[in-house]
Structure formats: structure tokens, C-alpha cells
Nanobody, 119 residues
């Protein structure tokens, strides 16, 4: 089964930028992928989605500030975050995101990468 390893998190100042990476142990070709974030006591939130052919969509809270990209040849996904805000701190994780009205599919979750934001 494909394993996912996120990296790139770390403390960043509000207004700053950060790029997260997600390395998959197997092929992500043809698989819709997403970046999620989770804060304690809240449900995991899908913040960015990229289809298998590169179409991107974003949650309202990050639209215009975050971008998502993928390189299927490298089995890698990225999340670039600009203008980070005090409400953005979370553990960020990547996963497949075959989504329908009843939710999104998911592989076993990786450790995620923590993004704290200082004000």
C-alpha cells in the first residue's frame, strides 16, 4: 500500500510563506490528491485538491493564498502557502482525495507536518 511522508513544516511568521512536500512510496498517477489540515479537537479539513489532470480547487479559507502542485513522475505533491495567517497553524497531511458527496477516500495517514505560525 502506498505510504505518504510529509515534510517542510516549521515555525513561520504571520505573513510569511512555506512550501510543504509529500512523497508517496508508490505511484500517484491518475489519483486525485489533496492537502488536509487538522487542529486539536477539530475534524480534518481538506484545504487543497488537485485532480489527476492538474485541476486545482481550494477551501475558502486558503483561496488565493495556497497553491497545490504535483509531479507524478516523482510521486510528489506540494503545497505552497503564502501570507500565512494566525488561523493557519495545524498539522498538514497529504492523501488521495477521490471525493464525492459522502466524503473523500483516504490511504493510511502519514505523520503529517506541523506548521505553527507566530504573530
Amino acid at each position: 500500500q502506498v505510504q505518504l511522508v510529509e515534510s517542510g513544516g516549521g515555525l513561520v511568521q504571520a505573513g510569511g510563506s512555506l512550501t510543504l512536500s509529500c512523497a508517496a512510496s508508490g505511484s500517484i498517477l491518475g489519483i486525485p490528491m489533496g492537502w488536509y489540515r487538522q487542529v486539536p479537537r477539530k475534524q480534518r479539513e481538506l484545504v487543497a485538491h488537485i485532480s489527476s489532470d492538474g485541476i486545482t480547487t481550494f477551501g475558502d479559507s486558503v483561496k488565493g493564498r495556497f497553491s497545490i502542485s504535483r509531479d507524478d513522475a516523482k510521486n510528489t505533491l506540494w503545497l505552497h502557502m503564502d501570507n500565512l495567517k494566525p488561523e493557519d497553524p495545524a498539522v498538514y497531511s497529504c492523501n488521495e482525495a477521490r471525493c464525492s458527496g459522502s466524503g473523500c477516500s483516504a490511504l493510511p495517514w502519514g505523520q503529517g507536518t506541523h506548521v505553527p505560525v507566530s504573530s
